[in-house]
């Protein structure tokens, strides 16, 4: 089964970002909650715009209704995405953005409770297990994209929780600590 | 050539001018020659002179005598008529000339060898039309002193002189010597404006008659309403044709029957007229007419419309756009049940007091439903009868209620229900909470 639009994706208006402030605000809200939904469906962690835009990605063109989000305006709601937290551009000209539609602390939440439920604190473990090992298969976080790893692992760093290190053949590894 | 002098008394080789005559400055022009029609007359490059009275042709030779030198003269009274000569392709090369025809119906030319044409026949040109106007007053005055002696035959008494000898009197100053040079332009301009400023006068008074006439006209209007009314009454026929009944209210529409005007009211003017503005709107429902009919009473009229329709029922006595714009301005202040407003982008509107933003929108979102979901400007004026500049800032202002919202696509902008606003349709989960 694909990802499911909400009714809001056929209305035309959905498609013009308004004016109006309040109506704009509760529009870019609906169209970031539209792209988050999309992307966990989808498990997408980066969007590439003018990608998407050149290839009419269906997320930004509605080919039912024939509208389609103009570059400016996906940017609009990429940055009001960004600003609530949930993603980061990932060059200058701001035309990749990675979504984030976890936030890394909220992987970092994940993450550290699969460990403890798992009892594998004080161990250490490469990136790649938490990937794509044969224990997190049925976790969220299976799969996850390794940049968010990364940013994950450093919150969990911050709140002196785990401690990242370089291990062999340039694979990161990390050690958790219990608190 | 009966209408060319052609003897003129000539001393040291310059002709003999009359008492009353002045050569006009710059219009010496030397090496012109004179033809008959076509055919060459006898007189060649010579100089030819203009003068307040005629154009004088003489010979250049330096040392003839006086009585040797030909020279000839033509009146400016023998003139019937004079324009310069455009010569075509095959007149490449040839003099510029004029062509001069009499009233005699004989025609003269003037061959200018050495230019200056168009110089000297716009000279010549006014000199001949100041001359005929003279001359024209010339004829009045002698046909005034003609009336007058003979009034003064019948009654014989001094006072009858001093008039006399003034008109003559200023007969003479145009001709006087002080009419020459700088001086003498000036005056002549002066005269001129004087001229125009009369002309202008006459003009307005011609306006000031013709509201006069207006004015006669809605009384006779509101006459014939009258007498039509007695007529029906004692008739109490109540078929009368429709023709009828059109006129009847064409002549109901004729207008106001005593229009504030600025003389009437004076300092009260724009409160008067604020207020007769009020009762004439609601009178006529003006506003009501610009809705669509859908409720009376309610509604919005631009203020250009409104200054056309008003005026247009003024008939007389119109008024400036700015006193109507004050008047509306007095509108609250007045508390009377209209209001002004202006749009943001600048569109000035008169509104009900009663009327409001979200009745507007309650009532556009009714035709949104009807018409299917969405509409555009120019739809929404044919629905409402109103202008797209109108029914464009209606539209703006309930999307800035938030109960529209829109859709830009190159066709255009439509307008839609704001479901934004409504929506509660989320679908990503609520942020985890942190254990």
């Known amino acids: ?179 | 050539m009966e209408s060319i002098n052609h003897s003129i008394q000539i001393v040291q080789q310059n002709p003999v001018l009359f008492d009353n005559e002045d050569v006009v400055s710059q219009m010496t022009i030397d090496n012109v020659s004179i033809y008959y029609g076509d055919a060459l007359s006898p007189y060649q490059k010579g100089v030819i002179i203009l003068t307040s009275l005629r154009v004088i042709w003489v010979q250049t030779s330096n040392n003839l005598p006086d009585h040797q030198i030909a020279s000839c003269a033509l009146h400016h009274d023998s003139i019937a008529t004079i324009a310069p000569i455009t010569t075509g392709f095959l007149g490449i090369g040839s003099s510029p000339k004029i062509s001069i025809t009499c009233r005699s119906g004989k025609e003269l030319r003037l061959s200018f060898h050495a230019g200056k044409r168009d110089e000297f026949c716009r000279i010549y040109k006014q000199v001949l039309l100041e001359r005929q106007t003279i001359q024209r007053q010339l004829q009045q005055q002698q046909e005034q002193l003609k009336q007058q002696q003979q009034t003064t035959t019948t009654t014989p008494t001094t006072t009858f002189d001093q008039p006399q000898q003034i008109t003559t009197n200023t007969n003479r100053q145009t001709f006087d010597t002080s009419n020459a040079g700088i001086s003498g332009l000036i005056k002549q301009m002066n005269k001129r404006t004087e001229e125009t400023d009369k002309v202008l006068s006459e003009a307005f008074t011609d306006l000031n008659a013709l509201m006069e006439k207006a004015k006669d006209m809605v009384t006779l209007s509101e006459k014939l309403k009258t007498a039509m009314d007695k007529q029906l009454k004692k008739e109490g026929d109540p078929s009368y044709s429709a023709e009828e009944d059109e006129f009847r209210s064409f002549l109901l529409h004729m207008g106001i029957n005593t229009p504030v005007t600025k003389k009437t009211a004076k300092s009260h003017y724009h409160t008067e007229l604020s207020k007769q503005l009020s009762d004439w709107m609601l009178e006529k429902q003006i506003l009501s007419k610009q809705g669509g009919g859908r409720q009376l009473n309610s509604g919005m009229i631009p203020l250009a419309d409104l200054y056309c329709i008003f005026n247009r029922a003024r008939g007389i006595e119109l008024i400036s756009p700015d006193d109507l714009y004050r008047a509306c301005l007095l509108f609250e202040q007045l508390n009377l049940p209209f209001r002004i407003r202006k749009f943001d982008s600048g569109v000035i509107v008169v509104q009900s007091k009663d009327e409001n933003d979200e009745q507007v929108a309650k009532e556009i979102i009714e035709i949104i439903r009807e018409n299917g979901g969405s509409i555009t400007p120019f739809h929404l004026s044919t629905i409402q009868q109103i202008s797209l500049n109108l029914s464009k800032e209606k539209l703006l202002a309930c999307e800035r209620l938030e109960r529209l919202c829109r859709d830009e696509t190159i066709q255009g902008i439509s307008f839609y229900e704001n479901f934004f606003i409504d929506c509660k349709q989320l679908q990503n989960s609520p942020p985890l909470v942190a254990t």
């Open chain 1, 1 to 179: 089964m694909s990802f499911q639009f909400p009714s809001y994706y056929s209305r035309e208006p959905f498609f013009t970002i308004q004016p109006v402030l309040n109506t704009r605000k509760k529009q870019l809200e609906m169209w970031i909650d539209l792209v988050l939904s999309y992307c966990r469906y989808n498990k997408v962690y980066e969007i590439d715009i003018n990608e998407y835009i050149k290839k009419d990605h269906k997320l930004f063109y509605n080919e039912k209704i024939n509208r389609r989000l103009s570059n400016e305006s996906t940017k609009i709601i990429f940055e009001e995405m960004i600003e609530i937290g949930n993603g980061e551009w990932l060059d200058k000209d701001k035309n990749r953005v990675m979504v984030w539609w976890r936030k890394p602390e909220e992987w970092a939440t994940l993450i550290y409770k699969w460990v403890l439920d798992s009892g594998q604190t004080n161990q250490v473990l490469t990136l790649w297990e938490i990937q794509k090992g044969d224990d997190t298969k049925n976790q969220e976080f299976y799969d996850l994209d390794t940049n968010v790893l990364i940013k994950s692992l450093k919150v969990l760093e911050k709140q002196s929780k785990a401690q990242v290190f370089q291990g062999t053949d340039s694979n990161l590894g990390v050690k958790f600590f219990s608190i």
